[in-house]
């Protein structure tokens, strides 16, 4: 079976300073990766996909940047923290089945807090 | 844009009543997806319909999918605290990409 992997938990980080946050998918070849942005019990905010390696969809312009080295992992990576990217991060992962549509299935997410 | 409208944004209901949220858009989508998020949590996959005119049943959660499937609806029957959380509907039009509800927050109490 699937499963997707999100560290760290929780991060609590310095406005101006770096960030990087890892998603790693098991059970499956070749997904869609997606980062997600929720504000506390809101809708999600897609901030960027990817289709395969190497190979990055920003949705939202912003200081954030993703990258995807390997074929199961994706990384969400910041030079410079702002307040406003404080929120909770959401790697999700999708595949298209014949008959039963697109569902994409998500991480536990990282709680991170900009002071 | 496509936009999927869900309604009502926050529900605050007594143990044992029964409850309807919806999922309205002007798109068509190919599929639907519905999911329930607790606090800290990620969101979890409730049901995927596809077909117009689908009902799905998950115990006391039904799941309906218009006819022009352009809409699609949830039912909780004698709802239950554990059923508190935030539920998110999402439509898919098979491409890379799903579009999200804003969604429904939901608190049942005892």
């Known amino acids: 079976s699937q499963t997707i992997h999100q560290w760290p938990a929780t991060l609590v980080q310095p406005v101006g300073s770096p960030l990087s946050l890892e998603c790693t998918v098991e059970g499956t070849s070749n997904p869609n990766l997606y980062w997600y942005r929720q504000a506390a019990g809101r809708g999600l905010q897609l901030l960027f996909y990817s289709v395969g390696i190497g190979q990055i969809s920003s949705e939202v312009p912003q200081n954030l940047s993703a990258s995807r080295p390997q074929d199961r992992q994706f990384i969400l990576s910041s030079k410079k923290l702002l307040l406003s990217d404080s929120g909770f991060y959401l790697c999700?992962?999708?595949?298209f089945g014949r008959g039963s549509g697109e569902t994409q299935y998500f991480g536990p997410g990282t709680r991170l807090l900009v002071l | 844009t496509q936009l999927l409208e869900q309604s009502p944004q926050f529900l605050s209901i007594q143990e044992g009543e029964n409850l309807t949220v919806y999922c309205n858009s002007s798109?068509?989508?190919?599929?639907l997806q519905w999911y329930r998020q607790e606090p800290g949590e990620g969101p979890v996959l409730l049901v995927t319909v596809v077909t117009g005119g689908e009902v799905k049943k998950l115990k006391r959660l039904t799941f309906q999918f218009g006819d022009a499937r352009k809409d699609s609806s949830l039912h909780i029957t004698a709802a239950q605290p554990g059923d508190t959380g935030l539920y998110l509907c999402?439509?898919?039009?098979?491409?890379?990409?799903?579009?999200f509800g804003k969604g429904t927050m939901l608190l049942v109490s005892p």
């Open positions: 999402a439509g898919g039009r098979g491409y890379s990409t799903l579009t």
């Open positions: 999700a992962w999708m595949v």
């Open positions: 798109s068509v989508f190919s599929s």
